[in-house]
Protein backbone atom coordinates (compact mmCIF):
# COMPACT_ATOMS: atom_id res chain seq x y z
CA UNK A 1 0.00 0.00 0.00
CA UNK A 2 1.50 3.49 -1.21
CA UNK A 3 1.03 6.47 1.30
CA UNK A 4 0.59 9.07 -0.99
CA UNK A 5 -0.17 13.15 -1.14
CA UNK A 6 -1.30 14.47 -3.42
CA UNK A 7 -0.70 18.28 -5.01
CA UNK A 8 -2.38 19.13 -7.70
CA UNK A 9 -5.22 22.60 -8.65
CA UNK A 10 -9.22 22.84 -9.20
CA UNK A 11 -10.30 22.42 -12.30
CA UNK A 12 -12.54 19.65 -13.61
CA UNK A 13 -9.38 17.47 -14.69
CA UNK A 14 -7.71 18.02 -11.40
CA UNK A 15 -11.14 16.48 -9.26
CA UNK A 16 -10.95 13.43 -11.86
CA UNK A 17 -7.08 12.70 -11.33
CA UNK A 18 -7.17 12.83 -7.50
CA UNK A 19 -10.86 10.97 -7.15
CA UNK A 20 -9.30 8.61 -9.60
CA UNK A 21 -6.83 7.85 -7.15
CA UNK A 22 -8.56 7.95 -3.91
CA UNK A 23 -10.60 4.53 -5.41
CA UNK A 24 -7.04 2.57 -6.36
CA UNK A 25 -6.62 -0.58 -4.80
CA UNK A 26 -2.46 -0.59 -3.35
CA UNK A 27 -2.90 3.76 -2.93
CA UNK A 28 -3.88 5.28 0.23
CA UNK A 29 -4.62 9.07 -0.32
CA UNK A 30 -3.45 10.90 3.25
CA UNK A 31 -4.46 14.11 1.94
CA UNK A 32 -5.17 16.50 -1.17
CA UNK A 33 -3.79 20.30 -1.77
CA UNK A 34 -5.84 21.80 -4.26
CA UNK A 35 -3.98 24.77 -5.09
CA UNK A 36 -6.36 27.47 -6.56
CA UNK A 37 -4.24 29.17 -8.88
CA UNK A 38 -4.60 29.44 -12.71
CA UNK A 39 -8.06 28.53 -13.28
CA UNK A 40 -10.35 28.66 -16.65
CA UNK A 41 -12.28 31.00 -15.19
CA UNK A 42 -9.56 33.31 -14.96
CA UNK A 43 -8.26 32.38 -18.26
CA UNK A 44 -11.56 32.99 -19.90
CA UNK A 45 -11.70 36.81 -18.22
CA UNK A 46 -7.53 37.55 -19.61
CA UNK A 47 -7.81 35.63 -22.66
CA UNK A 48 -9.12 39.27 -24.20
CA UNK A 49 -9.86 37.24 -27.72
CA UNK A 50 -12.92 35.65 -29.33
CA UNK A 51 -10.69 32.95 -30.22
CA UNK A 52 -9.36 32.30 -27.25
CA UNK A 53 -12.20 31.95 -25.46
CA UNK A 54 -13.64 29.73 -28.20
CA UNK A 55 -10.07 27.49 -27.59
CA UNK A 56 -11.08 27.26 -23.94
CA UNK A 57 -14.77 27.13 -23.95
CA UNK A 58 -14.20 24.12 -26.50
CA UNK A 59 -12.07 22.39 -24.45
CA UNK A 60 -13.81 22.64 -21.11
CA UNK A 61 -16.88 21.22 -23.28
CA UNK A 62 -14.91 17.93 -23.97
CA UNK A 63 -13.73 17.38 -20.87
CA UNK A 64 -16.51 17.83 -18.96
CA UNK A 65 -18.19 15.47 -21.56
CA UNK A 66 -15.43 12.89 -20.79
CA UNK A 67 -14.67 13.37 -17.44
CA UNK A 68 -17.76 15.12 -14.93
CA UNK A 69 -20.01 12.21 -14.92
CA UNK A 70 -17.03 9.65 -13.23
CA UNK A 71 -16.54 12.66 -10.93
CA UNK A 72 -20.52 13.26 -10.07
CA UNK A 73 -21.04 9.23 -9.15
CA UNK A 74 -17.73 8.35 -7.67
CA UNK A 75 -16.98 8.77 -4.20
CA UNK A 76 -14.22 11.22 -2.88
CA UNK A 77 -12.01 9.73 -0.83
CA UNK A 78 -9.13 12.19 -0.97
CA UNK A 79 -9.45 13.90 1.66
CA UNK A 80 -8.92 17.40 0.08
CA UNK A 81 -8.23 20.68 0.95
CA UNK A 82 -7.99 23.80 -1.05
CA UNK A 83 -5.34 26.52 -0.74
CA UNK A 84 -4.32 29.64 -2.19
CA UNK A 85 -1.85 29.59 -5.07
CA UNK A 86 1.94 29.04 -3.68
CA UNK A 87 1.02 27.73 -0.36
CA UNK A 88 2.20 24.44 -1.19
CA UNK A 89 5.75 26.34 -0.95
CA UNK A 90 5.17 27.15 2.24
CA UNK A 91 6.52 26.04 5.52
CA UNK A 92 3.00 25.54 6.91
CA UNK A 93 2.36 23.40 3.89
CA UNK A 94 5.57 20.80 4.34
CA UNK A 95 4.98 20.74 8.12
CA UNK A 96 1.63 19.34 7.66
CA UNK A 97 2.82 16.82 4.67
CA UNK A 98 6.14 16.07 7.62
CA UNK A 99 3.18 14.78 10.27
CA UNK A 100 0.81 12.71 7.77
CA UNK A 101 4.54 11.03 6.19
CA UNK A 102 3.70 10.29 2.95
CA UNK A 103 5.31 7.68 1.14
CA UNK A 104 5.37 9.69 -2.06
CA UNK A 105 4.29 12.98 -3.01
CA UNK A 106 2.05 12.67 -6.24
CA UNK A 107 2.38 16.21 -8.58
CA UNK A 108 0.09 17.80 -11.26
CA UNK A 109 -0.96 20.34 -12.41
CA UNK A 110 0.10 23.36 -9.69
CA UNK A 111 2.69 26.02 -10.23
CA UNK A 112 6.26 25.73 -9.58
CA UNK A 113 6.86 24.40 -5.88
CA UNK A 114 10.40 25.77 -4.21
CA UNK A 115 11.65 25.77 -1.01
CA UNK A 116 12.32 23.01 1.49
CA UNK A 117 9.93 20.87 0.28
CA UNK A 118 11.98 19.49 -2.51
CA UNK A 119 15.09 18.67 -0.41
CA UNK A 120 12.68 17.29 2.64
CA UNK A 121 11.43 14.51 0.17
CA UNK A 122 14.06 14.64 -2.97
CA UNK A 123 13.66 11.62 -5.21
CA UNK A 124 9.96 11.11 -3.31
CA UNK A 125 7.85 13.60 -5.44
CA UNK A 126 6.77 12.16 -8.69
CA UNK A 127 5.31 15.00 -11.56
CA UNK A 128 3.96 14.63 -14.77
CA UNK A 129 3.90 17.16 -17.13
CA UNK A 130 1.84 16.76 -19.73
CA UNK A 131 4.04 16.99 -22.79
CA UNK A 132 7.59 15.07 -24.22
CA UNK A 133 10.26 16.47 -22.33
CA UNK A 134 13.02 17.53 -23.24
CA UNK A 135 10.93 18.31 -26.64
CA UNK A 136 8.31 20.59 -25.58
CA UNK A 137 8.54 22.52 -22.20
CA UNK A 138 6.67 24.88 -20.25
CA UNK A 139 3.42 25.54 -21.00
CA UNK A 140 0.94 23.95 -23.70
CA UNK A 141 3.31 21.30 -24.43
CA UNK A 142 0.37 19.18 -25.97
CA UNK A 143 -1.21 22.38 -27.96
CA UNK A 144 1.90 23.33 -29.75
CA UNK A 145 3.08 20.26 -31.26
CA UNK A 146 -0.19 20.35 -33.03
CA UNK A 147 0.30 23.70 -33.66
CA UNK A 148 3.74 22.57 -35.33
CA UNK A 149 2.25 19.71 -37.24
CA UNK A 150 4.28 17.22 -35.11
CA UNK A 151 1.70 15.30 -33.15
CA UNK A 152 4.40 12.49 -32.55
CA UNK A 153 5.95 15.22 -29.92
CA UNK A 154 2.55 14.65 -27.67
CA UNK A 155 2.67 13.17 -25.02
CA UNK A 156 3.01 13.02 -21.17
CA UNK A 157 5.87 12.89 -19.18
CA UNK A 158 6.00 11.29 -15.55
CA UNK A 159 9.38 12.62 -13.80
CA UNK A 160 10.92 13.41 -10.25
CA UNK A 161 10.38 17.20 -9.34
CA UNK A 162 13.61 19.01 -9.04
CA UNK A 163 14.00 23.46 -8.58
CA UNK A 164 13.92 23.27 -13.03
CA UNK A 165 11.29 23.18 -15.12
CA UNK A 166 9.97 20.15 -16.52
CA UNK A 167 14.07 19.42 -15.98
CA UNK A 168 13.81 16.39 -13.46
CA UNK A 169 14.75 12.48 -13.91
CA UNK A 170 12.80 11.19 -16.20
CA UNK A 171 10.64 8.00 -14.97
CA UNK A 172 8.27 7.15 -18.29
CA UNK A 173 6.58 8.61 -20.96
CA UNK A 174 3.44 7.74 -22.84
CA UNK A 175 1.65 9.10 -26.30
CA UNK A 176 -2.10 9.89 -26.37
CA UNK A 177 -4.29 7.27 -28.28
CA UNK A 178 -5.79 9.19 -31.70
CA UNK A 179 -8.19 8.00 -33.55
CA UNK A 180 -8.84 9.33 -37.11
CA UNK A 181 -11.79 10.98 -36.31
CA UNK A 182 -10.36 13.02 -33.15
CA UNK A 183 -10.66 16.67 -32.96
CA UNK A 184 -8.11 18.12 -30.61
CA UNK A 185 -10.50 18.66 -27.66
CA UNK A 186 -11.35 14.94 -27.73
CA UNK A 187 -7.49 14.07 -27.75
CA UNK A 188 -6.69 16.29 -24.80
CA UNK A 189 -9.30 15.38 -22.94
CA UNK A 190 -8.93 11.48 -23.16
CA UNK A 191 -5.29 11.67 -22.74
CA UNK A 192 -5.94 12.78 -18.96
CA UNK A 193 -7.94 9.58 -18.41
CA UNK A 194 -5.02 8.40 -19.76
CA UNK A 195 -1.93 9.82 -17.64
CA UNK A 196 -4.49 9.09 -14.55
CA UNK A 197 -4.02 5.52 -15.45
CA UNK A 198 -0.72 5.47 -15.97
CA UNK A 199 0.22 7.30 -12.69
CA UNK A 200 -1.59 4.82 -10.58
CA UNK A 201 0.62 2.02 -12.29
CA UNK A 202 4.08 4.07 -11.26
CA UNK A 203 2.42 5.07 -8.51
CA UNK A 204 2.10 0.93 -7.26
CA UNK A 205 5.14 0.09 -8.57
CA UNK A 206 7.45 2.97 -7.58
CA UNK A 207 9.67 0.39 -5.90
CA UNK A 208 10.30 -0.77 -9.36
CA UNK A 209 11.64 2.37 -11.26
CA UNK A 210 15.07 2.55 -12.77
CA UNK A 211 15.95 5.87 -14.06
CA UNK A 212 17.27 5.61 -18.07
CA UNK A 213 18.68 8.18 -19.99
CA UNK A 214 17.56 8.93 -23.60
CA UNK A 215 19.41 11.33 -26.04
CA UNK A 216 16.56 13.40 -27.15
CA UNK A 217 16.68 14.24 -31.24
CA UNK A 218 19.10 17.17 -31.97
CA UNK A 219 17.40 20.75 -32.05
CA UNK A 220 14.38 19.42 -31.01
CA UNK A 221 14.46 21.66 -27.23
CA UNK A 222 11.66 23.92 -27.58
CA UNK A 223 10.08 26.28 -24.39
CA UNK A 224 6.74 27.68 -24.94
CA UNK A 225 5.19 30.25 -21.95
CA UNK A 226 1.97 31.46 -21.92
CA UNK A 227 2.55 34.42 -23.96
CA UNK A 228 2.99 32.46 -27.11
CA UNK A 229 -1.01 31.11 -26.83
CA UNK A 230 -2.27 33.95 -29.44
CA UNK A 231 -4.89 33.84 -32.07
CA UNK A 232 -1.99 33.04 -35.13
CA UNK A 233 -1.51 29.56 -32.97
CA UNK A 234 -5.23 29.11 -32.48
CA UNK A 235 -5.65 29.49 -36.18
CA UNK A 236 -3.06 27.21 -37.12
CA UNK A 237 -4.25 24.69 -35.09
CA UNK A 238 -7.30 25.00 -37.14
CA UNK A 239 -6.26 24.94 -40.39
CA UNK A 240 -3.69 21.34 -39.17
CA UNK A 241 -6.92 19.90 -38.33
CA UNK A 242 -9.03 21.16 -41.61
CA UNK A 243 -5.77 20.02 -43.60
CA UNK A 244 -6.68 16.25 -41.99
CA UNK A 245 -2.89 16.64 -39.80
CA UNK A 246 -4.58 13.33 -37.89
CA UNK A 247 -4.77 11.17 -41.49
CA UNK A 248 -1.55 12.33 -42.42
CA UNK A 249 0.40 11.51 -38.97
CA UNK A 250 -1.56 7.95 -38.49
CA UNK A 251 -0.35 7.12 -41.89
CA UNK A 252 2.88 7.60 -41.09
CA UNK A 253 3.14 6.96 -37.24
CA UNK A 254 5.33 4.31 -36.35
CA UNK A 255 8.17 5.94 -38.23
CA UNK A 256 7.46 9.14 -37.13
CA UNK A 257 7.52 7.97 -33.73
CA UNK A 258 10.60 5.84 -33.38
CA UNK A 259 12.39 9.42 -34.64
CA UNK A 260 11.10 10.72 -31.36
CA UNK A 261 12.12 7.85 -29.03
CA UNK A 262 10.50 8.56 -25.51
CA UNK A 263 11.46 6.86 -21.58
CA UNK A 264 9.89 3.61 -20.77
CA UNK A 265 9.86 1.10 -17.85
CA UNK A 266 10.10 -2.40 -18.46
CA UNK A 267 7.42 -3.53 -16.39
CA UNK A 268 4.72 -0.67 -17.42
CA UNK A 269 1.71 -2.78 -19.16
Known sequence: MKKIVILTSTELRHKYFRVFLSQQNGIRVLKTFSEDGWSLKKQLIDAKSNLKEEHLNLRNKSEISLLKKYCDET????????CKKDYLSTENCLKEIKTINPDLIVVYGTSLLAGDILNEYSNKIINVHLGLSPYYRGSGSNYFPFVNNEPE?????????????DTGNIIHQIRPVINLNDDYYKISAKFIIKMTTVYTQIIKNFDK????????????????????????????????FENKILSKYLKEKNNRDKKVPIITQDWMI
Do not use: C, H, Q
Not at 75 to 82: A, E, G, L, Y
Not at 153 to 165: H, N, P, S, V
Not at 214 to 232: G, H, Q
Open 75 to 82: KDNSNNFT
Open 153 to 165: YAGATFMFLDKGI
Open 209 to 240: VKIKKLKPVENKNRFYNRADFSDESIKKLKSN
